[in-house]
């Protein structure tokens, strides 16, 4: 990679001044360059930009992460306090905020960490029998330990009656959201590729959440959830539940986060999965009906293996995207009641607002791993064995 | 499409839910999806419906409790409208203005140079050195420790920094080397997607600093133009992928450079995946928040700005001028959406569906 | 030419152009432009950009107003002057934030230019403002563009009705917030609520519990300082006195909206417009808001009082809750230990150190302009500009209240409670100390908010604070930070 930035700068010397005086054979030249080099040209801009705008933020915050960072006269003043910001979330005053509050495991936390720990311990077990390769067992080795921990955090925090952290919030909204987010958008996808009329009016209808700045959602769904002069007041009313408030219950708050992003990125996935299932060849589908499939049969056996790599790619876009979610648990709740709603990205917000950039980056660099390792995971031992079976 | 057997004696259920004929539904069928589809309606555009009628409430319409029909409930007000495009125009129309040309711009470079890398990932076999690459990326925390902690010059260590760079490379990547393939480069530019703008935006807001490129259209041009790289290589690597290779080697064979083959066979033939991936990344450009509002102060700042601003603190927000802002932000993306929704239609991501 | 040569002397360049900015005339700043960051709206803003009209006019320096949404001021403003972009000259804020920015010095100390300034009247801006809210260790960074602390408002004619007196202290401020709710207090045929306290995270409830704390929690004057031990830095808050205002700020969410929890202060403000609520806590502007078209319903309505206090306080000696004597409260009224509390400190300019000398002498000239009680107090009386009454002049005279549409009636209520609290030599000052956000902002509200939603209980909530507010001190340095609060105290020994 490096030595082609090399060879592009020894490169130019030689177009610039010795073909000033001789236009044509300039361009001739340039041309003739151009074309043995275009394998790197091709690549280079983007390598280029990304190094420049997103490797160097990325070293800056790094070492922000494991800094304090504070005003002095005339600029910043960086102290290197090693795993401080770190070890603060995870062992220290932040843990309750950022894993959970620990008290004693009930049985059930007992019996689900047992549980996950004898899964992931039994499926490690069968990879080192069955297959063995270094680095598909470090690999696996990070995923294992991410999953144990995450498992005893969840054991020891939900199904302990105890109260999880962001991590715990953030993973909710992965999980419960986007997997919800994927089976409606799906269904949508599946239901306007059948033959229907006005198939473009519902396209485009449906795809108009996507285009409102998250922001606004998080103010729309302010305003409609709102129990005593939003739309739906005189419902709650009616239906006896009008001094209850979403607001004031972490389950309620949470779920009416992942209404709201639904709204927003349901579409994102319809019209993907929607373009997929219209590139299904109708003729694999007619067949189908012919030999007097049902509906389900066929959408199992012929579209859905024509629609799965796109959905994956579709899912693991969003999957990412929902790791950052930030505005609208800001916006409707900004995290409350209590932390209940807060995921990391808006833990990170906040102690950025406060000056703690050192926590900020530590967060989202916690992020930034769970994100990794779970996308990761998910691609190579789900996705990557799903493909090579069917 | 063939017709039903003769003899096929279908249950008034069946009938209800059995297609007449190959390629049409059944009445059962139809009313269920028709059923589905209108109340995914409803749950889409009522909330686009509250947003519409409230850009035209005065505050009391809004406080009194809900008002759910203009000129039966309350009396429609362009109270809103009035302040944002008569008033202060000039704010609203140049922050509408910002928005379109960044956005613009930024999806133009991204899906350009995103879709030249993609390709060359798709057709060309790299094999990059990791050992140059850490010697890279350790230089470049050496430079920032010098400057960050001890307040050396940034173009001075800089220069310096180039020259160890290449020392060091000489010296010991020609020695050394663990090869990476395709795959790894896209992980890793992929993977520039997944951090939280939060943490980049106080470095890359340094870095506009320093060359005096704050509050400029360019600064956040580029900015998102390298956000959204990610996705345009991901989307359009998937895509080139899976169009088949026949077209390009005859292309290739009667002497076309690869720069010919990119421009003449591979665009044309991957229109649609350039449109749903022009759209996405127009979107995603178009509703940005955090970084603009660093980026900017006055001259360049963006529509999600003010909406923002909309929320006036302390004295409530004032949700029928934000109702305005946020409607007023849709117009142009349903524009785009319908004039790319030809080339969409005839399928996003076509390639992954093949490869 | 002799004013110039002692400002020279006195190391300050920009005093020199400022030798005569006191006495403006036109195009004295032919040219010169001052940006000022603050947050959108008309709010604050407007009328900035109101006068920097008519400033232009006068001076010829163009006055350009940048906003950005409020959340975001802060890190914005701090991200241009410590990065040296400097694209701003002016930043209009909370003036508690400032301290964060002189310690990095980063902001112009204002002495100089005062000394100079011949139209300030500095003498009559009402000495808490004067002394604690513009000076930060000992020198004015900062002038005063709206003056902020809490009181307390009721409706005066529900009152009326159930022969009921203002509460004094907070038992009964929820027997009367009892009293109210459920009535119909704004003739819609709905059930209203007794007392509206915003209560929404990351937003300013730790400002209400400041109020409810300070009554139980300071007693000896505003020296005694309501957050640490001047001395120790060690925090005062892991006490009774707080875990009492917990129990108070979450008992009267009982006799609030259900949804208060999720309320921020534009949200309760609406409320009180709509006359749904009985009692409020708030800073000054819900008496210009009264009189506002859309405050119709609480029109003449409304009554101010001084924030209510407390009969028992903390006895730092055995820490129990103790009736006030003479000796444990000195500055109590009947018994009733209040201290005010100046919460956010209100908005306030501050000018940026590294801007040039001409620009900082118009943008001193600006805030100046605008602080004077010519322009001041016509800006105070309306509700849409957001700024509160911060001179003795405005409190003292009732005429352009008024003209404004006050009843003399409420304004002589309103400008009396605003006067009990300023001069009370017990106010509670605001954490104006590095890392205030970090301590209020980020460890009290969010503890408090897991307290309100039933997470943990007041003890747990106050231990975690304290652990919280310890390792903040330990970060920054216990001496500096101790030195810090000292100085935000008014104490120099």
Redesign the interface.
């Known amino acids: 990679m490096t030595s082609t930035t090399r060879r592009v700068e020894n490169g130019q010397p030689g177009t610039g001044p010795a073909g000033h005086d001789h236009p044509l054979s300039r361009s001739a030249r340039m041309n003739e360059w151009i074309d043995g080099h275009a394998r790197q040209l091709f690549i280079m801009p983007a390598v280029i930009m990304i190094l420049i705008f997103s490797i160097f933020p990325l070293v800056a915050s790094l070492i922000i992460a494991f800094s304090r960072i504070r005003l002095k006269a005339g600029g910043y003043q960086v102290r290197f306090v090693g795993f401080q910001n770190f070890s603060k979330q995870i062992f220290g005053s932040e843990q309750f905020h950022f894993l959970g509050t620990f008290t004693t495991l009930s049985i059930l936390g007992w019996v689900v960490g047992l549980a996950a720990s004898g899964s992931i311990a039994w499926w490690m077990y069968r990879y080192v029998r069955q297959q063995f390769s270094i680095v598909g067992f470090i690999g696996r080795l990070i995923t294992a330990f991410v999953g144990l921990a995450l498992a005893w955090m969840f054991a020891a925090t939900f199904f302990s009656g105890n109260q999880f952290g962001t991590l715990g919030v953030t993973l909710f909204y992965v999980f419960v959201g986007c997997g919800l987010q994927f089976l409606i958008g799906l269904g949508l996808a599946f239901l306007c590729s059948q033959p229907i009329r006005g198939r473009n009016a519902f396209r485009v209808m449906f795809f108009i959440p996507m285009m409102i700045t998250p922001i606004g959602v998080g103010y729309i769904f302010r305003m409609l959830a709102d129990t005593t002069k939003g739309p739906f007041a005189p419902v709650w009313q009616w239906v006896g539940l009008g001094d209850f408030t979403w607001a004031t219950d972490p389950w309620a708050a949470r779920i009416f986060i992942i209404v709201g992003d639904s709204w927003q990125w349901i579409p994102f996935i319809f019209i993907i999965l929607l373009a997929a299932f219209e590139n299904i060849p109708r003729d694999y589908v007619e067949a189908g009906e012919v030999d007097g499939a049902s509906n389900w049969q066929i959408f199992k056996e012929i579209s859905w293996p024509q629609v799965m790599p796109v959905a994956v790619t579709v899912m693991l876009i969003r999957v990412i995207e929902g790791f950052k979610i930030v505005d609208l648990p800001n916006i409707m709740t900004s995290g409350g009641p209590g932390i209940a709603t807060e995921s990391m990205s808006l833990h990170s917000l906040f102690a950025w607002r406060s000056l703690d950039l050192g926590q900020s980056a530590a967060i989202a660099y916690l992020l930034l791993f769970v994100t990794v390792v779970i996308c990761v995971s998910f691609f190579n031992l789900v996705v990557v064995n799903r493909m090579r079976q069917s | 499409m063939t017709d039903i057997p003769k003899h096929y004696q279908p249950t008034f259920f069946q009938r209800l839910f059995e297609p007449p004929t190959i390629g049409k539904m059944a009445v059962g069928t139809k009313v269920v999806v028709y059923t589905l589809l209108l109340i995914w309606s409803a749950f889409v555009l009522f909330p686009i419906y509250w947003l519409f009628i409230t850009s035209f409430k005065t505050a009391a319409d809004v406080n009194g409790g809900p008002y759910y029909l203009p000129f039966i409930d309350f009396m429609p007000s362009l109270h809103a409208w009035h302040e944002l495009f008569i008033i202060d125009y000039e704010d609203t129309l140049r922050a509408y203005f910002n928005s379109i040309v960044i956005s613009l711009a930024a999806t133009g470079l991204a899906v350009l140079i995103g879709s030249m890398a993609a390709y060359a990932l798709a057709r060309v076999k790299y094999q990059p050195n990791l050992v140059t690459i850490l010697l890279f990326i350790l230089t470049m925390i050496g430079v920032l420790v010098a400057i960050g902690s001890y307040g050396v010059d940034w173009w001075l260590v800089t220069a310096v920094a180039v020259a160890v760079f290449f020392f060091l490379m000489k010296a010991i990547s020609s020695r050394y080397q663990i090869l990476l393939h395709n795959g790894d480069i896209l992980f890793w530019m992929i993977s520039q997607r997944i951090l939280a703008p939060i943490v980049v935006v106080v470095p890359i807001y340094m870095m506009f600093q320093s060359v005096r490129l704050l509050d400029t259209h360019i600064a956040i041009i580029l900015t998102y133009t390298v956000v959204n790289l990610p996705i345009v290589i991901w989307l359009m690597y998937d895509f080139f992928s899976s169009i088949p290779k026949d077209l390009e080697e005859s292309a290739q064979l009667d002497g076309a450079t690869m720069i010919m083959t990119f421009r003449e066979v591979v665009l044309p033939l991957s229109r649609a995946g350039l449109a749903a991936t022009t759209l996405l990344v127009m979107i995603l450009c178009w509703n940005e928040y955090l970084l603009a509002l660093f980026l900017s102060t006055a001259k360049a700042q963006t529509m999600p700005i003010l909406v923002a601003a909309m929320n006036a603190g302390e004295r409530g927000i004032l949700w029928w001028s934000m109702s305005v802002v946020i409607i007023v932000m849709i117009i142009p993306v349903v524009f785009l959406a319908m004039v790319l929704q030809r080339y969409i239609s005839k399928g996003v991501l076509l390639g992954a569906v093949k490869g | 030419m002799k004013l110039g040569f002692k400002s020279l002397l006195a190391g300050v360049a920009a005093a020199a152009v400022l030798g005569t900015a006191g006495q403006s005339f036109a195009g004295e700043f032919d040219g010169v432009t001052v940006?000022i960051?603050t947050?959108?709206?008309?709010?604050i803003a407007k009328p900035l950009v109101d006068h920097g009209k008519v400033f232009t006019e006068m001076t010829g320096a163009e006055i350009?107003v940048?906003?950005?949404?409020?959340?975001?001021i802060?890190?914005?403003l701090?991200?241009?002057w410590?990065?040296?972009?400097n694209?701003?000259d002016v930043g209009v804020f909370a003036s508690g934030w400032a301290v964060?920015?002189v310690?990095?010095?980063?902001v112009e100390n204002l002495d100089p230019y005062i000394a100079k300034d011949d139209k300030i009247d500095i003498d009559d801006i009402a000495p808490y403002f004067r002394e604690y809210n513009q000076k930060i260790g000992g020198s004015t960074y900062l002038i005063t563009v709206d003056g902020d602390f809490q009181m307390m408002y009721y409706r005066r004619d529900i009152l009326d009705k159930l022969g009921l007196t203002p509460p004094r202290d907070w038992p009964e401020y929820l027997k009367v917030a009892e009293a109210m709710h459920g009535m119909d207090l704004n003739g819609d045929g709905e059930a209203d609520y007794g007392s509206c306290i915003f209560k929404?995270?990351?937003?300013?409830s730790y400002f209400a519990i400041g109020s409810m704390a300070a009554g139980f929690s300071q007693t000896k004057g505003t020296g005694e300082g309501l957050w640490f031990d001047p001395e120790t830095m060690k925090p005062k808050i892991n006490n009774a006195a707080w875990a009492e205002a917990f129990r108070v700020y979450k008992e009267t969410g009982k006799y609030g909206?259900?949804?208060e929890?999720?309320h921020?202060?534009?949200?309760t403000?609406?409320?009180v417009?709509?006359g749904r609520c009985g009692m409020v806590i708030d800073?000054g502007?819900i008496g210009p808001l009264s009189i506002d078209e859309?405050g119709a319903a609480i029109k003449d309505k409304i009554g101010a009082v001084i924030m209510p206090g407390s009969r028992k306080v903390l006895n730092p000696a055995s820490g129990e809750l103790e009736m006030c004597t003479d000796a444990l409260c000195p500055h109590a009224v009947d018994g009733v230990n209040h201290a005010p509390f100046a919460a956010f400190g209100g908005w306030a300019g501050a000018i940026n150190k590294k801007s040039d000398a001409k620009v900082k002498a118009a943008a001193y000239a600006f805030l100046s302009y605008v602080n004077q009680a010519e322009q001041s107090n016509v800006d105070v009386t309306m509700g849409w500009t957001?700024y509160n009454p911060y001179r003795n002049s405005q409190l003292n005279d009732t005429t352009k209240w008024v003209e404004a549409g006050f009843s003399q009636e409420f304004a002589d209520n309103y400008l009396g409670a605003i006067k009990e609290s300023l001069n009370h030599p017990n106010m509670a000052s605001d954490v104006r100390i590095?890392?205030a956000?970090?301590y209020t902002?980020?460890v009290l509200d969010?503890e408090l908010?897991?307290f309100?939603?039933?997470?943990i209980t007041a003890e747990q909530a106050l231990a975690?604070i304290e652990?919280?507010w310890e390792?903040i001190t330990e970060?920054?340095g216990r001496d500096t930070q101790a030195q810090m609060y000292k100085l935000s105290l008014g104490i120099t020994n």
């Open positions: 940006n960051l947050r959108p709206g008309p709010v350009r940048n906003e950005v949404p409020f959340a975001e802060f890190q914005k701090l991200t241009d410590a990065t040296g972009t694209s701003i964060e920015l310690d990095g010095d980063l929404k995270r990351n937003a300013q909206p259900p949804e929890l999720n921020d202060i534009g949200d403000r609406s409320l417009q709509a800073w502007d859309s957001g590095p890392g956000q970090q902002g980020v969010r908010a897991r309100l939603a039933d997470e975690n652990a919280g390792e970060d920054f």
